[in-house]
Structures are given as C-alpha cells and as structure tokens.
C-alpha cells in the first residue's frame, strides 16, 4: 500500500513555491493539509477566506498571564503555508497546524532564562569546552545553499533559489527536486544529528520536528487517503526519518507549557523583511509579490518588463526623467545580463543593475527610494473586526474610525490645528497611547508645534508590533483613557519608575518608594504632569501632581527643583488653546518656584566651569518659566524668584558666571537700570578683577545676546575699556573664554559688532556723523507719516 502522505518542503515566503504549491494541490486532490505553524491557532483558520482579510498579517500568540512572551507567525499573499490555507478553505478539506505548541516553546524559554540567572558564573575555559565542535563542522556553518549556488556559479544562496526556485512555476516536480537537494544538504551539513540536544535550539528543532511526526500518524490513522504536509523544505529529513512513535513521545512527555491565546494581526513588508531581525524573513518583500501578482510570461520566466514599468511610475511621480526609451533599453541590458550569466530570464539582480545604468545613471538616492518603495514595499495588512481581540484594542480601534485616523505602514505627517475639536481629540488620543508606551506618532520638535502655539505636527507610522503592546496595556484598563490614567498612577512612584512601561503595579505612595532609593526624580514627575495635561487626563494630572509635590516636600536639590520649573509651565503657554484648567497645576508651580528661590542663592556657589554652564541652562530655563506662569510678575512666587535672583546676582562667593547672568536677568525685567547695570560691569571688569572671573562674568551678562552691546551706549565703553587694558599675559588667558561668548552671537549680530567697532569711538552718535544729513530728503516722508499717524501738520 502506498504512503498516503505527500510532502512539500518550501520556503516559508517564497512565490515560486507557492504557485508550484497550488499547481501540486490541483494535481493530488488531497483530502487533509497539515502545515507547519502553530497548533493553538487552528481555531482561527477560517478568517483566511473573510473577504476583510488582507494579507500580510501574522499569527500573534502570547502568553496568557505572560502577555509580553509572545511569537508571530506572518504570512504574506505569495506565502506557500497562506495559499495551502486558502485552497484548503475553498475546498472544505481539514486542515490543522503541526508545529510545536507555542505554550511549550514560549515555557522553555522562560525556563531557560531563570536557570540562566540562577547559574553561578562558571570558568570560562570549561565552558569552551563544553560548546567546543569539530574545526570541520565549524568551517561548514552558514547557510547550506551557499554549497549549491557556488556550484551553479552564483554569488550566495539566495540568488540561485531566487532564480532556481521562486521566479519559476513548476508544479508537483519541483518538490521531488528541492527534497532530494534539502535533504542531502541536511546529510552533508554535520546537522542531522536530529541537532545535538546540548544546545537550547537544537533541543527545540528536535521537539519540534518530534511533535509534527506525531501529528502526521496521527493523520495516518484517521484514514486520509492523500495527506499534504507544508513545511520549511530544511525538516524534509527530519520528518521522514526512521523513529519510532515511541521515541517521539518519550521526548515530548513531561514538557512544560504556558497557558496562551492567538488572534490575526495586521503587518508589514517591512517586518516581513530579513532587515528587521525575522529569523525567516526574505531580503525583497517587493519583488516577491511583484513575482506572485504579475505571473509568469509563456516559458514560465517572470515578467520583467512589468517590474521596469512600476520603476518608471515611481521616477515619475517624483518628477524625474524617465521615458518609453529607457524602459526600452533597461529592458534589453537586464535580458543581455541574463543572458551572459547563463540564466534563463532577467532576476532581480539584472533589473535592478539595468535600471541603475539606463533608468537612474547611477544615482544611489533614486536607487535607495525605489528599494524602499519596491524591492521592499510598504504594505500593511488588515484583519476581520470579529477576530479575537482584548477590550482595549477594540476601543483603539474605535477611536481610530471615529477620528479617522487609518493606521498606516508608511510615515505621515499629521498637522493638528488645536482650536478644532477633531484635531484636539486626535492630539489627546496620541498623547495618550505614549503614555501607554505605544508611541504611534513623534511629535515635532522644531518648527510651530514647537512654540506653544496652536499647531501640534506628528508623524506617524504604524508598526505591527503595536498589537502586542496594546495587549500588555490592557492590564491597565480597558479604554485608552483608563490604561493611560492607570499607567500614570503606576509610574508615580506605586511599584513602579518612571518610564517602566512593563513594572507591575503595587501599593505604597511616591513618598515611600522616594525615601527607599526608589521612584521617579523630581524632574521626571514634572516631565509626566506635562504629558498627562497634554493628554486631557484630569485624574492623572491629580495623581501626578499629587506625586509631585510630595517628592518636592522632600528634596531640598536646587538643580533639580529648576529642572522641574520649565516642563510644567508648558500649560500656561497652551492651557485656553487646549481647553486645560491651568489651575489644577498652579499651585504646584508655585510652591516649587518659593523652594527653588530659596535654594538658589546657595547653589552657586564652589562650582567648576562644567557644573556653572548646566546651572546657567537651568536657570534661564527657571527664568522662562516664571515669566510664563506670571506675565505681570505680581505673584508673591515671582517676587520671591526675584529676590533670590538678584541676591544670587550680589553674592561674592558665588560662580562670576551665574553673577553675570543674574544681573543680566534683573536688567531685562527692569530691576535694576542701566546706569546700575554699567556701575556693576564697571566693578568687575576693573583692573583689579581677576581677569578668567571678569571674563565669566562678562560671558554671563551678556548671556548669548548681542542686543545690550549693540544698543546701550554705556555697556559698549566698558567692555572695550575692560579688552584694550589688559595686558598681553591676561589678554592670551582671557581670549579663548571672550570669543566663544562671541560664538554664540548670530552672524548678524556680529558683523553688526564689527561695524561698531570699525567706527571712531563705536558709540551710537558716531553712526549719524559718519553720514552726511540732508534736511530736504529726510522731510519728504513727513506728509505721508502725518496721514498715517492722524497728526496735524
């Protein structure tokens, strides 16, 4: 009696094996498909046939209780295992998933990394012993097709299966072909020793390939007349090896096993692709559906002509030169290639040096956008609505249609106008899904969402891996809203720090986990309270604020009570625009703005060049944010700020720098005149100030800002006065720390200075002698200005 098992070794994301796959199945009629995958997924098979079911998309199965242990099985639309779905389907014929259980797989890794973190540390030589091989084996590693393409004259594996295999069509006998070839590589390679079980991997191939035997008796027994197995064309061997049922099932007994749970989830070429890290990924996503979609031409070669047409689409909707001509020509160098390489048709690596020479004339930009775009592809999978799903990805998925907000694989920009409610409710869901460490879009750092006003711009990119994150979320609640307020709730300090994502959620206050070394800082609280107002979530913001000030009520760290300052006076910048009660942070602000004031006048002091340019930087960042709180600066908070400044500004033991810049500061709010400015310059920039402390100074109050030297008359003298006094000695020690306070001038500003300085005397009047006044020329605007203005002649 004949084998009523029939098996198809393929490559997991090869096109010519799944043509060749169907053209078998047509031929052999078979009445039970068994395919390599996973077990626990079998339940799900009957969405491949839902017309919403667009591939690529993956088999997402997580733990349980574990969510983050977690293994994707993707499948695109030229994926053998995805067409023998798919016919399986429309014929009504059984069809199950053999692989090992991913409860097992996902238990034995996580019992591996225990035992890895409870193993002492063992001598280095044995443990090079214990993994040593034989310098034979060791020299033949790699990958196996290798042997094969450098036999046939091609550069790597790939190409040769690209050419031999996947741009081909050639039904049931290409597997006689590819078994034979797989399974005398497999013999060859030194790796048939069903893996030596010493290794973790090798333990897991010989458990899987144990446990599909076990499947296919299985299958024997219930009776099937012509049972097809899909599976990766390296198992050939090991399936069809002669062990008994009895030695399988010695090996698979006592395994232990996660509890877990599948579901389709949408993906991407891009992760499909062997540059993202997929151990079974493929270097052209692109070129493969290319393969599959256009077919292949009457002597079973792909279509290259098609492929040159989508590169010219491309050129052209880019505004670049491509004609009827070129295709013409690129056409006729990929097939003259071909034909050189004794290859039956153009392949991949013909068009692509074809239209590097005729289509492109060498420029790698056009090269790497048409990889990109192509050879890649960006495609994003979509799944049935009635998979199964937790409560949290429905409600994103809700938001997303009610906002009209498509996931999408490719990068978007997002310009969101705040004062419009849709636009508002899209920025307080992004903000929000951060909060959840879900960071869907980045938000701009530069340009008009970067100045407080009412624009945010965001780009966004949708990644598959989401689909895991929004489950892990889903510990946290079951509506965005929830989880993000939750979340919150825990990274304040309640079992878990800032920025953990995946801590787990305990009781205990802010305070408590402070004083055990634990919890977010100060300025990572002030940080969270921001992003909490930006993603309206009033409980939160109550939590985090809350959090805040009880860490503040125990650190007396002028530095970090300044850090704290800017972040949270972001509100005031943007509080009406996005409809937040500023309020509900005011008070916070501030009571670390009065902790801060009184610190500050201490913290300047016995500080080293490095330690003085941070402070300066927090200060001024302080400086910004007291200004923002209270314009009028009437508040008692502002008044005290302002008491410290210019006690700091007055304090002898204090850094020059930090001196300098408060005095600056006072002038600018107008504290202090320009006369009292130029009197303290005066003071120390004398011949008797030391002249590395009179340069800090100096670098201070003029604070990166040319404005007070090109416009006070009496700060002009006294810096020249200061220069032109020292002498050759204090003037080579003072130069390098002078000019990079220049550097920071804008070009303007300094060939302004320059111009200043190229006058006799620099001061302001010299301007007006060195042009020469002419009374009739400067009164003919007099008319117009008058009617401008409404004056009476």
Avoid at 126 to 154: H, K, V
Avoid at 500 to 525: H, Q, R
Wanted: hydrophobic share 45%; with cysteine; glycine share 8%.
């Amino acid at each position: 009696m004949s084998d009523p098992v029939h098996y198809f070794g393929v490559r997991h994301h090869g096109p010519g094996c799944a043509r060749s796959l169907l053209a078998a199945f047509e031929a052999l009629k078979p009445d039970c498909v068994l395919i390599e995958g996973p077990p626990e997924a079998d339940g799900l098979v009957a969405a491949v046939l839902d017309p919403a079911m667009a591939p690529p998309v993956a088999l997402l199965t997580h733990g349980v209780e574990e969510s983050g242990r977690a293994v994707y099985h993707p499948f695109a639309s030229f994926s053998p295992e995805w067409q023998a779905l798919r016919w399986a389907g429309v014929a009504g014929v059984p069809v199950r998933f053999i692989d090992l259980p991913v409860g097992v797989s996902l238990a034995l890794e996580k019992a591996r990394e225990e035992a890895t973190a409870d193993t002492p540390d063992v001598d280095e030589a044995q443990a090079d012993a214990a993994t040593e091989e034989p310098i034979e084996r060791s020299a033949r590693r790699g990958d196996p097709l290798d042997w094969l393409a450098r036999a046939a004259g091609y550069a790597d594996g790939e190409t040769w299966w690209n050419h031999m295999v996947e741009e081909r069509g050639d039904g049931e006998d290409l597997f006689a072909a590819i078994s034979e070839a797989m399974t005398t590589l497999r013999a060859e390679s030194g790796d048939d020793e069903t893996l030596d079980p010493r290794t973790p991997h090798a333990h897991r191939e010989a458990l899987r390939e144990a446990h599909m035997r076990q499947c296919i008796r299985a299958a024997r027994k219930e009776g099937f007349a012509r049972i097809a197995v899909v599976c990766g064309a390296w198992h050939l061997g090991g399936l069809r090896a002669e062990v008994t049922a009895k030695a399988d099932q010695a090996l698979l007994k006592g395994q232990p096993k996660l509890k877990v749970t599948s579901t389709w989830v949408p993906w991407t070429y891009r992760h499909l692709a062997r540059e993202s890290g997929y151990g079974a990924g493929i270097h052209s996503p692109g070129w493969y559906e290319h393969l599959w979609l256009s077919g292949l031409d009457g002597e079973r070669r792909p279509r290259a002509i098609g492929w040159l047409a989508r590169v010219a689409r491309l050129m052209r909707e880019r505004d670049l030169d491509c004609s009827s001509a070129h295709l013409i020509e690129a056409a006729r160098l990929a097939d003259t290639l071909a034909a050189l390489r004794q290859r039956p048709a153009p392949g991949l690596d013909e068009l692509h040096e074809a239209t590097r020479t005729v289509m492109t004339l060498g420029d790698e930009a056009v090269l790497g956008f048409i990889r990109d775009e192509l050879v890649i592809g960006d495609r994003l999978g979509s799944v049935p609505s009635d998979v199964p799903t937790v409560p949290l990805q429905r409600d994103l998925e809700q938001l997303q249609k009610s906002l009209r907000m498509k996931p999408e694989a490719t990068q978007k920009t997002l310009d969101l106008d705040l004062r419009q409610p849709n636009d508002l409710a899209r920025s307080h869901l992004l903000h929000r899904l951060r909060l959840i460490d879900l960071p869907w879009g980045e938000i701009a750092r530069t340009g008009k969402s970067s100045r407080g006003t009412f624009h945010e711009i965001w780009t966004l990119q949708w990644q598959p891996e989401f689909a895991l994150r929004v489950i892990e979320a889903s510990r946290w609640g079951q509506s965005v809203a929830r989880a993000a307020t939750t979340a919150v709730a825990e990274r304040c300090g309640r079992g878990a720090t800032f920025g953990n994502a995946n801590g787990a959620g305990g009781a205990g206050s802010a305070v408590s986990a402070l004083s055990a070394g634990k919890g977010p800082t100060l300025a990572a609280l002030a940080e969270l309270v921001d992003r909490v107002l930006l993603a309206d979530l009033p409980e939160a913001v109550t939590i985090a604020s809350r959090a805040l000030q009880d860490h503040a009520a125990v650190t007396g760290d002028a530095d970090q009570l300044l850090g704290a300052l800017p972040p949270l006076a972001n509100v005031f910048r943007y509080g009406n625009v996005r409809q937040t009660d500023a309020a509900m942070v005011g008070q916070v602000f501030d009571g670390l703005v009065t902790r801060a004031a009184i610190s500050l006048p201490l913290m300047g002091d016995s500080l080293d060049e490095a330690a003085a340019e941070q402070i300066r930087d927090r200060l001024l960042g302080a400086q910004a944010a007291v200004r923002l709180r209270d314009p009028g600066r009437q508040s008692e908070p502002s008044t005290q700020w302002r008491a410290a400044i210019a006690q700091l500004a007055g304090r002898e033991g204090a850094h020059a720098l930090l001196r300098g810049l408060c005095t600056r500061l006072l002038l600018d709010d107008g504290l202090i005149t320009a006369d009292d400015a130029g009197t303290a310059m005066s003071l120390q920039l004398s011949r008797a100030a030391e002249p590395a402390r009179a340069a800090a100074w100096l670098d201070g109050f003029l604070n990166r800002n040319a404005v007070v030297l090109l416009h006070h008359d009496g700060v002009w003298p006294l810096v020249d006065a200061w220069l032109s006094g020292l002498d050759d000695e204090h003037f080579i020690r003072v130069l390098p720390l002078v000019r990079r306070t220049f550097a920071h001038f804008d070009a303007g500003e300094r060939r302004d200075l320059g111009q200043r300085a190229a006058r006799k005397g620099g001061g302001a009047g010299a301007v007006v002698a060195a042009a020469e006044w002419d009374e009739a020329r400067a009164a003919l605007p007099l008319p117009l200005l008058r009617l401008m203005l409404g004056v009476d002649a």
